[in-house]
């Protein structure tokens, strides 16, 4: 019976991933790998409560949006005012030598080639990649006291064979 209990566990948090999976995907979020160095962050963290969970998603979208305004901010300083490409004087005096024009590029055309990789992930996305990290662990824990209560199964059988054995025992001593 403990063993039973103990799968339909398992199968009720393999659901509720598959739930976090479906938020995520219906979203257009990522689902980042085990080993994204988000997640490493998380991990290290060693969450106990949700307050700690919701502390470590305030403090990583903190992080992320200064390193994206920080690269935002590192890629508009090669233009000038009105938004152009500033030339180097190396380009600049080779357009000259050939009589060619410069081409500007407004920022607002301009498109990352990591356009989404490089925003920062959003509060729901941390904390949906969080609760899924937590998921596998459960589950992996889960699995190890399933294989567990196999063994010991195996070993002395269930709980209408112990009883039975204390049974025939008991008989023996009276």
């Known amino acids: 019976m403990e063993l039973k209990l103990t799968n339909v566990a398992r199968a009720s948090l393999e659901e509720l991933r598959l739930d976090y999976e479906d938020f995520l995907r219906q979203r257009g ?3 980042l790998p085990p080993d994204h160095p988000v997640l490493m962050r998380f991990k290290q963290k060693r969450c106990a409560s949700l307050d700690c969970v919701r502390d470590w998603v305030a403090e990583e979208r903190a992080r992320q949006l200064k390193i994206y305004q920080e690269s935002v901010k590192e890629t508009q300083t090669n233009t000038d005012q009105q938004g152009r490409t500033q030339t180097t004087d190396r380009t600049t005096k ?6 060619k024009p410069s081409v500007s590029v407004p920022v607002s055309v301009r498109v990352s080639p990591c356009h989404r990789r490089c925003q920062p992930l959003r509060s729901s996305e941390l904390a949906a990649n969080a609760a899924l990290s937590l998921l596998n662990l459960a589950c992996y824990f889960l ?3 399933i294989s567990s209560q196999a063994r010991s199964f195996e070993k002395e059988g269930g709980f209408t064979e112990r009883l039975y054995r204390r049974r025939i025992q008991a008989r023996k001593n009276h």
């Open 29 to 31: 979020l990522e689902m």
């Open 94 to 99: 080779a357009v000259k030598a050939s009589n």
């Open 143 to 145: 699995d190890r006291q």
